[in-house]
């Protein structure tokens, strides 16, 4: 506390640069005032809900200047809440903040969360507590309803298609200096944190965690978002780890929507990768993803868009990074298809040297050039992977562009043991001190498009 204040960083080292200088993280200062959610009614008993006091506490907080909201030990049930500018809300060791699990507390047709920052300012989630989703209900209700669409196992487009009006745990809209550190989230009923059209948004050494069977349940997913660091987290979901989005071009930001994003020092359990995308249409630029740790995942380091929602991503560097028992630890790729469920339909809608990996299908080398079209067409330029070691691969990776729009990428100080090797196609790949191991003894397989070329 300083001059009565509470001042939240995330980072000992104080203000974090990203390799262009601009500053990423969020700077957090709070009044000291506290205002716990049992002086406002709350009982912490899961059984009654606790919402009313829960935003009882925020709003008188908010009126006061500022301050703590704390929540001690403790199981709270809640509905939606709103967290406004200035609050810090600070659920300690103990304290069980629980989404309640009736739909009709999520309105249908409005993007909402259980925990809500909707154009606020210097707002920061702290403690050593649980926010807890009980998505278990809400996964098992998505299922009868994918279970109730005639052709949903057979139709790639109908799963891709398909809207899922599933609450978020944690919704971030249009707000500025937003920390996250130190708690547990656990079991979304969809995306775990979303951040939409905000700056400076700081997460770290939280631990965000769902079954690997939990569908659609991303970890972290920057959407028209800058200047985000995301350090030192434990994070093993059924969805991706993180999901750099850029839904759509903005004035505002003419070179991207998306831009200054720092990953760092993370571990990674299950999970289908560090990725950009699928959404990159407004552009996506200055990402580093260095240090971390990922083990047992489904994806590494991956980059995925296609036609439609494509657009400029450069000046990405994945440096550092360690995979023991990742399945496919690359994987950049301007197609990004919905295969058929049921995999007999699948190999059906298989075109001659075409191939299915996870959930997506991809068609054969012969697939024709389309029109490039800006903002819509996947360009992707500058990706330079240095630095991974990787054991126990089944495939080392896939680099394939589109006809119209190959990738650029240079891989460097690479080393993979894997099944089978890297395909490459519509693709110009650079390598330095590439070593690829593969059982299949083709550890680099260029294709239509594909060239490969040794670096200096």
Known sequence: MRNGLITATALAGGLLLLGNGAQAQSTNKFPAKVCDVREYGAGGTRIWFDTEAFQKAIDACAQAGGGTVRVTRGEYLIGPIWLKSNIRLEIQKGAEVLAGTDASLFPQGERVGVINVDGAENVALVGEGLVDGQGQVWWERIRAVWRSIPDYA?????????????PRLVWINKSKNVLFEGLRFENSPSFHLVINNSDYITINKVRITAPAHAPNTDAIDPMNTRHVVITNNVISVGDDIVAIKSNGPDARYPDAVSSDILIANNTILEGRGICIGSGSSGGVQRVRVENNTFEGSMYGLRIKSMRGKGGTIKDVVFKNNTMKDVETPLVFTSYYEYRPLDIASAEKQL??????????IWPGPTDPAQPFVRDKTPDMSGIVVDGVTATGADLAGIVVGLPEKPIGITLKNIKISAKKGLLVRNAEVVTQAVAIASADKTPLRPEAGGVIKAGK
Request: proline content about 4%; cysteine-free; hydrophobic content about 15%.
């Open 154 to 166: 057979t139709n790639g487009q109908a799963r891709q298609q398909q809207k899922d009006e599933r």
């Open 351 to 360: 075109q001659p040297g075409g191939f299915i990996l996870g959930n997506q």
